[in-house]
């Protein structure tokens, strides 16, 4: 790991972190722009995405900040695998939770994100999924009492 020197970044990991979670802040801002905050006495659809967003950037910004001021790690390359099949798996629970339920969905979005990492082991990644899926259960479905399929194919709900 290479530590970055000269120049007044003194660690563009931490920069470039930073700027890419004001990037993100402002984009949830623009996307809920149109969205009523309401008041913090009747809170409106868009009080949550807001007040994530600019909590969001202001971390950002803190982040980008200590870039000028402690040494740190240089900007390195990273792979597109990560990324891809993290965002992939939350593709393949959208497409997959109606039809086949969270039972199945569940635990195939959990497998399928654990392949952006090469060093993850099946029997481990199998059970965390099962874990996982038996609290999602209980908290979505069981405690919010939110209209989830469970299993379409065996239950018909």
Not at 33 to 56: F, H, S
Not at 107 to 135: C, I, K, M, N
Request: proline share 8%; hydrophobic share 55%; with cysteine.
């Amino acid at each position: 790991m290479a530590v970055a020197r000269g120049g007044p970044i003194r660690s563009p990991q931490d920069f470039a972190a930073g700027l890419s979670l004001v990037g993100l802040a402002a984009f949830a801002l623009w996307h809920s722009a149109e969205l009523d905050a309401g008041t913090l006495g009747q809170m409106g659809p868009g009080m949550l995405p807001k007040g994530l967003a600019i909590l969001t950037g202001l971390l950002g910004l803190a982040i980008a900040a200590t870039a000028f001021r402690w040494p740190g790690p240089a900007l390195e390359r990273w792979s597109v695998r990560a990324p891809l099949f993290i965002l992939g798996s939350v593709v393949l629970f959208g497409l997959t939770v109606r039809p086949l339920g969270l039972v199945v969905a569940g635990p195939l979005a959990f497998l399928s994100a654990s392949l952006a990492d090469r060093s993850a082991r099946l029997v481990e990644t199998l059970g965390y999924a099962a874990l996982l899926t038996v609290l999602c259960l209980g908290l979505f479905v069981g405690a919010l009492g939110l209209p989830i399929p469970i299993a379409p194919w065996l239950l018909g709900r």
